[in-house]
């Protein structure tokens, strides 16, 4: 869906995705995309909160910062908030912002250019010159304790190395993993046999939220501060210029970047962004841009913050990285729905802090536009930084006479022919039984977005698939000791670990049984939706395309692709074999109450007497509807009570938005029926 189709739907589903990205980053440490993904995200979010003011809600991400804090840490309060940044994605923006300041300001700029370090942003505090506290960013305001866990860094001073220390002083920045460091981890990681971490940000997060501090210890983790936060008491100093502050934060005992530079004109600025851009691999720690900040604090005042970020700094964000190697040959691999995806095999070359030997093609018609022939030499970038992708060949380097690379007519696993449909840019094998296909299934079944069976991995599921004991998803619960015993690497040790595994994947919610049965355009939100909504397998197995359809997110291509995949006869018999097993089927969150207002959005203002406001939208929601916080062309009604919003009710009866009383939407939350009023809450008279 586009914005343009339908803004404030499209709004809603940004939110949503926004929320449950910022959950995977913040609180699990386990993103499942690229930071540029979510940016384009946030952008497109804010975007359409641009061009439509009344659908910004107050919870929207993009009023807040960051993610909540997790429960794992205990919350602890910032004296003074920590801000986020604004991004730019171009030197065009870059210089736009900084047309801005200076047209705002009366006078010179000077800006302070500094490293954008990868990392995780830490507060510390500071009380009469000893470390008391270190917490997280979290939303801005609470972040989490981690305390124990700073301590363990060696660069962190316990004792400020000053004569009068202040009363009180916040000290904000950036806990990051050295690259040496944190390839060392990941071979402590590779030999344990334990998940390797994606990149040193994630490391050092993970190696950050630790309840066992001991762990972080053994980390090896560094800090650069970068910014001031409270500073109080008598001997407090103050500051002009928050280069000021920097040398006053060096002088305390804390490690400034070298590398800051206080430029007087936008040319300099441009200069060395470009120039950091071109030598970021120079450096033992991954950068992900510059931070340019007005330095002058007065100038700072002036210019303010807007709810989410300062405006006298911005995040210019670095371009992904492109690197040339030579293209070895294409291939195509075959995916679970059959799939046929090219892929190039590449000589090993390392792009944004990690070697690359394979990228993707995508499709036929991809290798075709970019006309990339074994032999080439290739340019090769992270797409969002982390999927690696060839973005052409150079020509200049092309050897004379170098064939072009032709689409397999043949699936390369079990030779049935691979099939196009016209209009469609992918390729795929239709044969249901392909072992390309049948061990893809397995895999992402038990993948940990899935059912999550530890042990269960790509390599073993090519073996119990090539040995004849699984044929579906359902066979997994069918797998015995006997079967396990006698094939090589199974102990007695390791076959128990993975029964239990198997047998502990039982319990998983419907959300993830939905998502590891691979349906055909439904992800990991429409499963959500899917599960909530119908509580039970067995009714989203009865359930029309129709029904589906009216669940709120659910559109008509979710819908006919669920309903077709649960009508068909394989399917079912795979259903039948999970429920044998005993798998769960119900969701966690089945309704109790009837789903009257399933497809309604019921807005409530004011206070009303018999339940608080807070109750009366959970009422809605629990019965299937949606209860935003403004009044829009989708809203079936407006509830108002004491004292109601005189914008929302103006609205409604702009809208003809039917306006009920408490007595009215009592009677809705029992029959799901609207009844018949006029926007101004008066009854027409029937
Ligand atoms: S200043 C109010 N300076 O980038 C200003 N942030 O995208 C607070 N970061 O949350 C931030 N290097 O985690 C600042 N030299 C630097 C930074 C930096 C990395 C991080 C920080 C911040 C995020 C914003």
Redesign the pocket.
């Known amino acids: 869906m586009t914005c343009a189709d339908n803004p404030a739907e499209r709004a809603d589903e940004l939110r949503g995705l926004i929320e449950y990205h910022n959950a995977r980053y913040f609180e699990l440490d386990e993103p499942e995309v690229t930071d540029a993904e979510f940016d384009a995200l946030v952008r497109e979010l804010r975007h359409i909160e641009e061009l439509h003011p009344e659908l910004i809600t107050p919870d929207s991400p993009t009023q807040k910062v960051g993610g909540a804090p997790s429960a794992l840490f205990a919350p602890v309060q910032h004296r003074a908030a920590m801000?986020?940044?604004d991004?730019a994605f171009s030197f065009d923006e870059l210089l736009a912002w900084g047309r801005r300041m200076e047209k705002f300001i009366d006078g010179e700029v000077d800006y302070a250019c500094?490293?954008?370090?990868d990392?995780?942003?830490i507060s510390l505090l500071y009380e009469d010159g000893r470390y008391t506290r270190a917490a997280t960013?979290g939303d801005g305001s609470t972040g989490e304790d981690v305390t124990p866990n700073i301590a363990t860094i060696d660069v962190i001073p316990t004792t400020l190395t000053l004569d009068k220390p202040p009363a009180v002083l916040e000290v904000?920045g950036?806990v990051y993993m050295p690259l040496p460091a944190f390839e060392e981890l990941n071979k402590r990681q590779a030999a344990a046999g334990l998940r390797l971490f994606a990149n040193p940000r994630n490391s050092a997060a993970g190696s950050l939220r630790q309840k066992d501090a001991s762990i972080t210890a053994g980390r090896e983790l560094a800090f650069w501060s970068?910014?001031l936060g409270a500073l109080e008491g008598p001997t407090a100093p103050t500051f002009r210029t928050h280069s000021e502050t920097l040398d006053f934060l060096r002088e305390a005992g804390f490690p400034v970047n070298p590398e800051i530079k206080r430029l007087d004109t936008l040319q300099h600025v441009h200069d060395f962004c470009r120039h950091w851009e071109d030598h970021r691999h120079d450096l033992a720690y991954e950068i992900d841009g510059v931070?340019v900040?007005v330095d002058d604090l007065a100038q700072r005042q002036e210019l303010g913050f807007t709810s989410k970020?300062?405006r006298w700094?911005i995040?210019y964000k670095f371009p992904p990285e492109e690197r040339e190697t030579k293209l070895q040959d294409i291939m195509v691999s075959i995916g679970r729905s059959g799939k046929a995806t090219p892929f190039a095999k590449l000589d090993p070359v390392v792009v944004s802090g990690s070697t690359v030997q394979l990228a993707t093609l995508h499709n036929q018609d991809q290798v075709k536009a970019k006309d990339v022939r074994p032999g080439d030499t290739v340019l090769v970038r992270k797409a969002g930084d982390v999927i690696p992708e060839v973005v052409g060949p150079v020509l200049s380097k092309r050897p004379p006479n170098l064939p072009e690379w032709t689409f397999p007519t043949e699936c390369p696993v079990c030779h049935e022919p691979l099939t196009r449909a016209e209009g469609v840019s992918d390729t795929f094998c239709t044969n249901a039984e392909c072992p390309a296909q049948v061990t893809g299934r397995i895999i992402h079944f038990a993948s940990r977005g899935a059912m999550d069976i530890e042990g269960f991995g790509e390599q073993r599921a090519y073996l119990f698939t090539s040995k004849g004991l699984l044929h579906d998803v359902g066979d997994i619960y069918s797998l015995t000791a006997e079967d396990l015993q006698g094939i090589e690497g199974f102990g007695e040790i390791s076959i128990r670990n993975l029964l239990d595994a198997i047998e502990a994947s039982k319990s998983r919610s419907l959300v993830n049984l939905l998502v590891g049965l691979a349906v055909p355009h439904l992800g990991w939100t429409g499963s959500q939706l899917l599960a909530r909504h119908f509580g039970h397998l067995d009714r989203i197995l009865e359930a029309t395309a129709e029904e589906m359809v009216a669940v709120e997110g659910i559109g008509p291509t979710i819908a006919s692709s669920v309903s077709a995949y649960f009508q068909n006869e394989h399917t079912l018999k795979v259903v039948d074999k999970l429920r044998a097993a005993g798998v769960n089927f119900k969701g966690p969150d089945a309704p109790t109450e009837p789903q009257v207002l399933a497809g309604m959005s019921v807005v409530v203002t004011g206070t009303l007497e018999s339940l608080s406001r807070e109750a009366a939208e959970e009422a809605v929601k629990a019965r299937g509807g949606k209860s935003p916080g403004s009044v829009s062309k989708k809203t079936t009604a407006v509830v108002a009570g004491e004292a109601p919003g005189a914008a929302k009710l103006t609205k409604a009866r702009d809208l003809g938005v039917p306006v009920l009383n408490e007595e009215q939407f009592l009677h809705l939350l029992e029959t799901g029926e609207v009844p018949d009023v006029r926007p101004d809450g008066e009854s027409d008279g029937q």
């Not at 500094?114 to 370090?117: N, V």
């Open positions: 801000m986020s940044l991004n500094e490293l954008k370090i990392g995780v942003a960013r904000r950036e970068y910014q931070v900040k970020a300062p700094a995040a």
